[in-house]
């Protein structure tokens, strides 16, 4: 849906919404010279600080993983979110009213600021449910949690409440609130009886559901009175915000985890959840009254950067380059067909995909119980790949002790290893089917092949990346881009850089005689694409009143392919004078050294073209060259006047 609100809504997101401030509150932000902060990345393991900020020009870049952009692609990434979303969401946050291109819009039909009603709603619900907690009606749920062991400061954390048992204890509180029954029927909170609406929720123990954001759009509730004649777990409905087939419970307390490590952990409830946090499983995140289905693979797949075909190459038997999905199931026929649903959406994955289960068959929040939190990090750690679990699953149904029983048994698991996608993998869980059955490894070969044929198994790209392979990143302006980043160490590469990045950065600064270098200016490839860049942008003449950050917006959309990257870089570098009243002088420097090296450049060529004109076979040729040369020497002499003046 990317695209849809209208161009001038995006850029006036980009400019309200403070990088700093959206940075600040996922990263511990610190001074870094003039106009720059910097902090430890959020998007992978380091000691040292190479994360900068520079609110300026509204960018960001980590100089040790290179990842980068503006405010948007940063909640982009942070949060796993589409566009669309992240710009909705810093919308909401600036005060932004977002308007829609005509016959577009996720938001197409809906009351201007309803949305945001039923958000407030949800958020007041959360605050009376966990109010309700800690009154005398309450005892029910807080025995249920002490017989997890979930203390006060637990149920705070997770902001676990309890629902009344009357009728209408919520309808009345949020009424008072100035909510309509409109909007509470809409939010999933109310439902409609014969007699009038009443509360949904009455005498249960109360999850939040909240978004990838952190706002309440929904809960989870759970049984606890025997008068109770409802289903064991209820949820919010289907709303405009609560969509089950999307919704991940604990995603926003897991992102960040999931994000850092690559890694994300599905469990099969509330509980499971707080339980793995609380024994150190921060990736820990469960679905909602529902199986785990497309729509959250698309959603896991946007937090572990589980983006590009071939990214990352599952392995048989452990390891791979990508990241982990690892599923805990019980150990009982449930857990099994649960196992095999998420055979089928593993799939979708480029990330390697694995189970873990407890033997005895406890959930994580039984084995914390039972045997504390190191006990529910060694059985996320003792994961098993998916592949080899259903494999090995299928044949335990079967008494391999007789040839008949290995011969059913074969062909049960032969469809399974034929439905593995990836066609180098396929060919390894062949091989170990063989080991597996104690049988000859070409009758297990053939009967893959055999089950290929009837399930009509398609190739895919994929397929032909052999097991094993890592497929390398490229760094911007790699081979396919026509460029390699150049040496730092070299001199002229070095100052060709610096002009860059105080361009890009302080182009208020930067004098007029930038935008009269020559397409020839920059030796260096990587750079003359940068600059190529900002004349096509108009050149800093064309700043004008315009503030940085629509600058190196407008820098960063004449770009192609990795030259973004670069120019987001460039645009967020530490710059070597960290003097602010010393900064304008430094950019004026360095834009006259390089102009003076272009003029002493154009000098050396106009004088070897003097030296090979004869100046009495053609004497018109020899004066314009020889004017030129006088033209280019004075004005090289001018620009470093003007340069010892500073």
Request: one cysteine or more.
């Amino acid at each position: 849906m990317a695209g849809l609100i209208k161009r001038e809504d995006v850029d006036a997101v980009r400019e309200r919404a403070r990088i700093e401030e959206i940075v600040g509150s996922y990263v511990t932000l610190k001074p870094a010279g003039v106009g720059s902060q910097k902090g430890l990345c959020p998007f992978h393991d380091e000691r040292t600080p190479s994360f900068h900020v520079r609110p300026q020009v509204g960018r960001w870049h980590c100089f040790g993983c290179g990842e980068g952009g503006d405010v948007i692609s940063f909640v982009q990434k942070i949060d796993g979110l589409g566009f669309t979303e992240a710009v909705e969401y810093l919308a909401g946050r600036a005060g932004i009213t977002l308007r829609y291109e005509e016959g577009g819009g996720q938001r197409r039909g809906e009351e201007p600021g309803r949305r945001q009603r039923l958000v407030e709603a949800n958020r007041t619900a959360a605050q009376f449910f966990a109010e309700q907690l800690f009154t005398p009606g309450a005892a029910p749920a807080r025995e249920f949690l002490a017989q997890r062991s979930f203390d006060r400061a637990v149920a705070e954390q997770f902001g676990v409440g309890f629902a009344p048992a009357g009728w209408s204890s919520l309808l009345t509180h949020l009424r008072g609130r100035g909510f309509t029954e409109a909007e509470l029927l809409a939010a999933g909170l109310v439902s409609q009886g014969t007699r009038g609406v009443y509360d949904r929720f009455r005498g249960r123990l109360i999850w939040p559901i909240r978004d990838v954001t952190g706002e309440v759009i929904g809960f989870g509730a759970r049984k606890l009175l025997e008068e109770d004649q409802g289903p064991k777990y209820l949820n919010t409905p289907e709303t405009v915000l609560y969509k089950k087939s999307q919704v991940l419970y604990g995603l926003d307390l897991a992102k960040r985890e999931i994000a850092r490590t690559k890694r994300v952990v599905v469990v099969e409830g509330y509980t499971d959840v707080m339980a793995a946090h609380l024994s150190g499983v921060g990736q820990a995140i469960a679905t909602c009254g529902t199986a785990f289905g497309s729509d959250h693979v698309r959603v896991v797949r946007r937090l572990v950067g589980d983006t590009s075909s071939g990214a990352g190459v599952q392995l048989a038997g452990g390891g791979s380059t990508g990241g982990e999905i690892i599923f805990t199931f019980d150990g009982d026929a449930a857990g099994q067909k649960a196992a095999l649903r998420a055979f089928h959406e593993d799939q979708r994955f480029y990330a390697q995909t694995f189970v873990a289960v407890e033997p005895h068959g406890m959930d994580p929040c039984d084995l914390r119980l039972a045997h504390g939190p190191e006990a529910v990090q060694a059985l996320v750690d003792a994961r098993e790949p998916l592949f080899e679990f259903v494999v090995r699953s299928t044949l335990r149904a079967h008494d391999l002790a007789h040839a008949e029983g290995r011969i059913a048994a074969l062909r049960a698991s032969a469809p399974v290893v034929a439905g593995i996608r990836d066609r180098a993998l396929r060919a390894e869980y062949a091989r170990q089917l063989a080991g597996w059955l104690g049988m000859e490894a070409d009758v297990v070969r053939r009967a893959v092949l055999a089950a290929e044929r009837s399930l009509g198994q398609p190739r895919h790209a994929a397929d032909d990346v052999p097991s094993g392979a890592v497929v390398a990143d490229l760094a911007p302006g790699a081979a396919g881009a026509g460029f390699t980043v150049p040496d730092r160490r070299d001199p002229v590469a070095r100052l060709e850089r610096q002009v860059l990045e105080a361009v890009l950065q302080h182009p208020g600064e930067t004098p007029d005689v930038f935008d009269d270098l020559g397409s020839d200016a920059f030796s260096v490839p990587a750079w003359r694409a940068v600059h190529e860049a900002i004349r096509a942008a108009g050149g800093v003449r064309a700043v004008g009143a315009a503030d940085p950050a629509r600058w190196v917006a407008a820098v960063v959309e004449e770009s192609a392919g990795p030259v973004a990257g670069l120019v987001g870089e460039l645009a967020v570098s530490p710059l070597p004078e960290d003097r602010e009243s010393a900064v304008g002088d430094y950019v004026r420097g360095v834009v006259h050294a390089l102009v003076d090296m272009q003029v002493t450049r154009r000098i050396a060529d106009q004088r070897s073209a003097l030296q090979r004109t004869d100046a009495e076979r053609d004497p018109e040729s020899y004066q314009q060259i020889f004017a030129e040369l006088l033209r280019l020497e004075q004005q090289r002499r001018l620009l470093r006047e003007a340069s010892a003046g500073q």
